[in-house]
């Protein structure tokens, strides 16, 4: 079973920047593909960003410029760098796991099996 810890999470103002962490634990991380996911309120889940056990990565064009994904396969962490911050950035964030690659479902939460429990991320205008 996979556990995912996010932490990082908080409130800033606009044009701040924000670095978010997710802790895997559990299971083997090196394969897997890894996302990050948003929900704002009264909104659906949107895929943010995405990182593929071979690197590859997976951006949502309204981040795309502003936001870094990367993973530290030695500490088990997923990690999402946010910069150049908006009011609509703000949501309730998520990591996740896809078992296998990314595939064509990167950024599709319905293809990730295992989630964290989120942290909040308020960008003030």
């Known amino acids: 079973q996979v556990q995912l810890v996010e932490s990082g999470g908080g409130s800033v103002q606009a044009g701040g920047s924000l670095s978010l962490s997710c802790l895997v634990s559990?299971?083997?991380?090196?394969?897997?593909?890894m996302g990050w996911f948003r929900q704002a309120p009264g909104k659906e889940r949107e895929g943010v960003a995405a990182i593929d056990y071979d690197d590859r990565l997976s951006y949502a064009d309204s981040v795309k410029g502003r936001f870094t994904i990367s993973r530290d396969n030695a500490l088990n962490t997923l990690s999402l760098q946010m910069n150049s911050l908006k009011s609509e950035d703000t949501g309730m964030y998520f990591c996740a796991l896809r078992r296998g690659g990314c595939g064509w479902y990167a950024l599709s939460d319905y293809a990730y099996a295992d989630w964290g429990q989120g942290t909040q991320v308020t960008v003030s205008s």
């Open positions: 559990g299971n083997t991380y090196n394969s897997y593909c």
